[in-house]
Nanobody, 123 residues
Framework: QVQLVESGGGLVQPGGSLRLSCGAS????????MGWYRQAPGKPRELVAD???????NYADSVKGRFTISRDNAKNTVYLQMDSLKPEDTAIYYC?????????????????WGQGTQVTVSS
């Protein structure tokens, strides 16, 4: 299976910055899609930003102009640079990836989630 591991979360003051990383490991053939989602207490999980293998990006309106998603295909890693953070950005941030990987029976599709990393914006 393909595993995703996030890092970079923490506590930051309003107006501050954090950079999240998510690395994928396993017998990966290709990753077509990588995205960052977040879930605040009592709210459903929502898309923050995503990026395709062609570097086409998409952002939630609430983070446009403040967050930047990027990926390093050679490292199977996606990043989320978060600037001008607000208290309402507080949530657990999850990484998602969709692609194909090698199995005993040949190539198969996969869709994986990371375990999540906590981001808290507070003074």
């Amino acid at each position: 299976q393909v595993q995703l591991v996030e890092s970079g979360g923490g506590l930051v003051q309003p107006g501050g910055s954090l950079r999240l990383s998510c690395g994928a490991s396993g017998r990966i053939f290709s990753i077509n899609y990588m995205g960052w989602y977040r879930q605040a207490p009592g709210k459903p999980r929502e898309l923050v930003a995503d990026i395709t293998s062609s570097d086409i990006t998409n952002y939630a309106d609430s983070v446009k102009g403040r967050f930047t998603i990027s990926r390093d295909n050679a490292k199977n890693t996606v990043y989320l640079q978060m600037d001008s953070l607000k208290p309402e950005d507080t949530a657990i941030y999850y990484c998602n990836a969709i692609g194909s990987h090698y199995t005993t029976y040949g190539l198969a599709d996969f869709g994986s989630w990371g375990q999540g990393t906590q981001v808290t914006v507070s003074s």
